[in-house]
């Protein structure tokens, strides 16, 4: 594989990875919510530390979906879109997804591997100029060239299809 390919690979698991977690993590921290509530309500004596408990517990998981579900997002759009920092973003990303087994330690490694070796010169190696259409050099220019391109041909002259054989002539 290329390191374009390595890249787009590992920007795309990214994405996947972290989406799964952003969603995991924000659905316990719905769940931690929903169970707060119901608590401080079924005992009203109580329900200013069950209500702190949970408070905390909830700050805890959120601050989790922050790190292990945005971090690898914004890793994978980084890598996706060749930033200048998606590669420190990227080690740090995989270094946190190592204590997730075992996708995340085979995504961190993978990762780590192909940013400290290849990754590191296909990062800083950025294209010289970037141009209005960005990571796609070969866009379509909706025609543009093409209809400067024809004032300069010469006009063809028509030459008219040949005529199709007559079937009804029965000699």
Request: glycine share 12%; charged share 15%; net charge neutral.
């Given at each position: 594989?290329?390191?374009?390919?390595?890249?787009?690979?590992?920007?795309?698991?990214?994405?996947?990875?972290?989406?799964?977690?952003?969603?995991?993590?924000?659905?316990?921290?719905l769940?931690?919510?929903?169970?707060?509530l119901?608590?401080?309500?079924?005992?009203?004596?109580d329900?200013?530390?069950i209500?702190?408990?949970?408070?905390?517990?909830?700050?805890?998981?959120?601050?989790?979906?922050?790190?292990?579900?945005?971090?690898?997002?914004?890793?994978?759009?980084?890598?996706?879109?060749?930033?200048?920092w998606?590669?420190?973003?990227?080690?740090?990303?995989?270094?946190?997804?190592?204590?997730?087994?075992?996708?995340?330690?085979?995504?961190?490694?993978?990762?780590?591997?192909?940013?400290?070796?290849?990754?590191?010169?296909?990062?800083?190696?950025?294209?010289?100029?970037?141009?209005?259409?960005?990571?796609?050099?070969?866009?379509?220019?909706?025609?543009?060239?093409?209809?400067?391109?024809?004032?300069?041909?010469?006009?063809?002259?028509?030459?008219?299809?040949?005529?199709?054989?007559?079937?009804?002539d029965?000699?």
């Amino acid at each position: 594989m290329t390191p374009q390919d390595h890249n787009k690979t590992i920007g795309i698991m990214h994405l996947v990875y972290g989406g799964f977690h952003a969603l995991t993590l924000g659905a316990v921290a719905l769940v931690f919510i929903l169970l707060g509530l119901g608590a401080g309500s079924s005992n009203p004596g109580d329900a200013g530390d069950i209500a702190l408990g949970f408070g905390i517990i909830v700050t805890i998981v959120l601050i989790a979906f922050a790190v292990f579900g945005l971090l690898p997002l914004l890793a994978g759009l980084g890598l996706l879109r060749r930033k200048s920092w998606a590669r420190t973003v990227g080690i740090v990303s995989s270094i946190l997804m190592m204590l997730n087994m075992p996708f995340g330690m085979a995504l961190g490694i993978y990762t780590l591997w192909f940013l400290m070796s290849e990754g590191k010169v296909f990062h800083e190696s950025r294209p010289a100029r970037e141009d209005w259409r960005g990571a796609l050099p070969n866009a379509s220019t909706f025609g543009w060239d093409a209809q400067s391109a024809s004032r300069t041909r010469p006009p063809y002259e028509y030459v008219p299809p040949p005529q199709p054989p007559n079937w009804r002539d029965e000699s």
